[in-house]
């Protein structure tokens, strides 16, 4: 078998810093803690037959079963939905890893990847409504209640992230090149302002699913001390909440900024 790599050399070409300092193209996570797990597992993958493009597949696997987890009642589904969360971001740091060094990279990466990251946020979403309505208190007219708000909550997540992603889509139709991170800024000094205060506060991370789970996993414990299910309605409904009032902020700071131009 191959020799593993030697870890310097593997993150040079692996984790280029220019990807990293990218504030849309790098998970908080990831520059956090997850980034310096992923090249060990990295370091072993490249010296298997495994493809880039399965491996990103496993991800999307781990992030619809986080979703999916949420069925099963009380702590151990939503430990079992966190930890899966986390395997989904292990994989989408791992694949494109793999990629780089092996030169394998393709737009079917691409687009699965991108493809994934919709899913498993809109599953985790969808889930937490089904836990929402665990209890089944207000019959099945409240049960469809709270369902119906982890969909609705799960479409704006997907908005959100469409709305980002048509950015590159339009720019590509007019034949211009990827908008860097000064793109983003607002040019009205009043959505400027808007943007840095939300920025500030960090509530519009509640809305990734890697966030999502952690929170989740926060009121599953509440819930399991007080017997109910109250404090994650209370999350879920904070989450659709905050969810719908930065679906149109996030157009108008689009529409405002100089990534269309």
Same mark, same amino acid.
Request: net charge positive; glycine share 10%.
């Given at each position: ?31 956090? !803690? ?32 986080? #979703? &999916? ?41 691409? !687009? ?10 809109? &599953? ?13 208190? #207000? #019959? ?7 369902? /119906? ?13 469409? /709305? ?12 211009? &090149? ?14 400027? /302002? ?29 819930? &399991?001390?007080?017997? #109910? ?28 900024? /100089?990534?269309?131009?």
């Amino acid at each position: 078998m191959v020799a593993a790599p030697v870890l310097e050399e593997l993150r040079e070409v692996c984790q280029p810093q220019a990807k990293l300092a990218s504030r849309n193209g790098e998970h908080w996570a990831g520059r956090l !803690y997850m980034r310096r797990v992923s090249l060990r597992f990295t370091r072993q993958l490249v010296r298997t037959r495994v493809t880039p493009d399965q491996l990103t597949w496993t991800m999307v696997v781990c992030g619809v079963l986080s #979703g &999916a987890a949420l069925l099963i009642p009380g702590l151990t589904g939503a430990v079992l939905a966190a930890l899966l969360m986390q395997l989904f971001l292990l994989f989408d740091c791992v694949d494109g890893e793999v990629a780089r060094w092996k030169g394998q990279n393709s737009a079917t990466g691409i !687009y699965v990847d991108r493809l994934g990251a919709y899913l498993a946020d809109a &599953a985790l979403m969808i889930g937490f409504g089904f836990r929402a309505a665990e209890s089944g208190l #207000g #019959g099945w007219a409240g049960f469809n209640g709270w369902v /119906s708000l982890g969909l609705a909550t799960a479409l704006g997540v997907v908005l959100l992230k469409a /709305s980002t992603d048509l950015v590159d889509v339009a720019r590509a139709r007019r034949g211009l &090149a990827v908008a860097d991170d000064e793109a983003t800024a607002p040019r009205s000094q009043g959505v400027a /302002s808007l943007r840095r205060l939300a920025a500030a506060f960090k509530i519009h991370r509640v809305t990734n699913g890697i966030e999502a789970s952690l929170v989740l996993l926060a009121v599953a414990a509440l819930d &399991a001390a007080t017997g #109910g299910v109250g404090p994650t309605r209370w999350a879920l409904a904070a989450i659709a909440a905050i969810t719908w009032l930065m679906v149109p902020a996030h157009l108008l700071s689009i529409l405002s900024s /100089s990534r269309l131009r």
